[in-house]
């Protein structure tokens, strides 16, 4: 049975890479192990585009206004490298990954075939900057801390048994 998928970049600079993914995008993440880290994605679909030559992929991040989030990016230092252009299935623009090249990202104009991502909770913010929501409690690198502390607490158990 699958279970999910797994997205691999293959990357000139992985550090720089997994740093951008890390602290540009804020996406929660695992260490596998000696820094490897392994990052939750959001939400995704496929889509099968017809290509003459064919065995070509290509991974896209939605957004629900690419605008803004393109101008969010810039703020954070971000370097675009294509026009917000209209391809008829999506408003689609790219910018510079770290270490890795060209990627894309585009706000949809289709039906969704994946339920997106629920919105941060912006009450956090308002609390102080160390309040954070239960969704990032969770996900995020305070909650992989605790999570980690949980997993501890759970083989020191173990092994008193």
């Not at 550090?15 to 993440?29: H, I, P, Q, S, Y």
């Not at 990016?73 to 910018?95: E, N």
Request: glycine share 10%.
């Amino acid at each position: 049975m699958l279970i999910g998928s797994h997205v691999i970049i293959y990357a000139k600079d992985a550090e720089r890479t997994r740093a951008f993914f890390r602290d540009t995008l804020g996406f929660a993440n695992v260490d596998a192990g000696d820094g490897w880290l392994i990052f939750a994605l959001p939400p995704a679909e496929i889509g099968i585009h017809p290509d003459p030559t064919g065995g070509r992929h290509q991974l896209f991040l939605m957004c629900d206004d690419v605008v803004k989030t393109k101008a969010d990016l810039t703020g954070k230092g971000v370097k675009f490298t294509q026009p917000v252009t209209d391809q008829g299935w999506g408003i689609v623009t790219a910018f510079e990954l770290p270490g890795a090249g060209e990627f894309w990202i585009y706000q949809p104009k289709h039906p969704l075939a994946c339920r997106p991502a629920a919105k941060k909770a912006t009450a956090a913010k308002s609390r102080g900057s160390d309040a954070v929501s239960g969704t990032t409690r969770r996900t995020g690198r305070k909650g992989q801390k605790l999570r980690d502390a949980q997993q501890a607490a759970r083989w020191k158990a173990r092994r008193k048994r």
